[in-house]
């Protein structure tokens, strides 16, 4: 049992991946495929390059899903990062689920006006395959 368990986070924590363009503004955006959880969330920091990027990025978390505080913790970790080098950072299509963990972590990247509603694609198929340690809240 517990081998499956490590087994299945080790395999989930190698999916994450991000698509990097720039938009219709010239601005970056990180489109992030995948589950964010403890296990990816290391992972998840090194898709970033604050340096490289424009002063306004977006990451756009509509084919993903933020299992834990861990998935939570790190996208604080890259938007301090971002704030670090003088640049904003922006969340679109949280899933209702992770707006609302967002929302009980008393975290500082609540999405406000830059969170544009879309359909989330990847809601709770992906917190089903996964189990997560926090059941979603809609």
Same mark, same amino acid.
């Given at each position: 049992?517990?081998?499956?368990? @490590?087994?299945?986070?080790?395999?989930?924590?190698?999916? %994450? &991946?991000?698509?990097?363009?720039?938009?219709?503004?010239?601005?970056?955006?990180?489109?992030?495929?995948?589950?964010?959880?403890? !296990?990816?969330?290391?992972?998840?920091?090194? @898709?970033?390059?604050?340096?490289?990027?424009?002063?306004?990025? *977006?990451?756009?978390?509509?084919?993903?899903? @933020? +299992?834990?505080?861990?998935?939570?913790?790190?996208?604080? *970790?890259?938007? !301090? &990062?971002?704030?670090?080098? !003088?640049?904003? %950072? +922006?969340?679109?299509?949280?899933?209702?689920?992770?707006?609302? @963990?967002?929302?009980?972590?008393?975290?500082?990247? /609540?999405? !406000?006006?830059?969170?544009?509603? +879309?359909? +989330?694609?990847? *809601?709770?198929?992906?917190?089903?395959?996964? &189990?997560?340690? /926090?059941?979603?809240?809609?």
């Amino acid at each position: 049992m517990i081998f499956s368990c @490590l087994s299945f986070a080790w395999s989930n924590a190698t999916r %994450i &991946k991000a698509r990097r363009y720039t938009d219709a503004d010239e601005n970056v955006v990180y489109e992030i495929h995948g589950p964010l959880f403890f !296990g990816s969330a290391s992972d998840f920091q090194l @898709l970033f390059s604050p340096a490289d990027d424009t002063n306004e990025t *977006t990451v756009d978390l509509k084919y993903t899903y @933020l +299992h834990d505080y861990s998935a939570i913790s790190a996208v604080e *970790t890259v938007a !301090g &990062k971002y704030s670090e080098a !003088g640049k904003e %950072i +922006h969340l679109v299509n949280l899933s209702p689920s992770c707006r609302a @963990l967002l929302v009980r972590s008393n975290s500082r990247l /609540i999405p !406000g006006t830059h969170n544009r509603e +879309h359909e +989330h694609v990847a *809601t709770e198929r992906l917190a089903a395959e996964a &189990k997560p340690a /926090i059941a979603p809240v809609d």
